[in-house]
């Protein structure tokens, strides 16, 4: 996309993620901060491997251990950091009558706090894609508290990978 000429704001918990954005995207807000459902500090767990890092206790205690073959995931750190809300975040950093085209919230199990956080009445994504951990099969979407919050936010869901769920606007129009 940003090869495309699109431009956004990336948002990262991990320390030290922004610096490569920095570099590949100068044109784009890079914020290293974490967005939840309220401000308060939580615990972030961090891994020989920083695509296991994260902020759920119980996802981290699951994977610390995993091995794959000769390679094994070791849990490195705990450490507190301090959140903001998504709607925060988009008032101070979104241009003024700056739309939202694409939104992709994946934060390891806390996707939900994300997407409560915002603002859905002033900034309403034409497309969104959100990691749903629980949500095993789309036949079973309407168990999911996301599934349901999105639909109730103005959304239909449009498709979905192994954890990943994409919805787009109701009246937005997808061209095939």
């Known amino acids: 996309f940003y090869q495309s000429g699109w431009r956004g704001i990336n948002i990262d918990a991990m320390p030290g993620s922004m610096e490569f954005f920095n570099k590949i995207r100068p044109n784009d807000i890079n914020l290293e901060i974490a967005i939840s459902n ?3 500090e939580l615990t972030y767990y961090t891994f020989n491997t920083p695509n296991l890092n994260g902020f759920s206790q119980e996802l981290s205690l699951e ?13 490195l750190e705990k450490m507190q950091i301090k959140t903001y809300t998504l709607a925060e975040i988009l008032d101070k950093y979104l241009p003024s009558n700056q739309t ?3 939104l992709n919230v994946d934060v390891e199990g806390l996707d939900y706090q994300v997407l409560i956080s915002n603002n859905w009445c002033k900034y309403k994504p034409s497309i969104v894609l959100v990691e749903d951990l629980e949500l095993s099969s789309i036949n ?3 168990d999911s508290k996301i599934y349901n919050f999105m639909c109730n ?10 954890n990943t769920l994409i919805f787009k606007l109701k009246e937005f129009h997808v061209e095939t």
């Open 38 to 40: 309220k401000k308060e």
């Open 63 to 75: 994977r610390d251990g995993w091995k794959v073959g000769d390679w094994e995931a070791k849990l």
């Open 100 to 102: 939202i085209d694409f």
């Open 140 to 142: 079973t979407s309407n």
């Open 153 to 162: 936010q103005g959304y239909e869901l449009y498709s979905k990978t192994v």
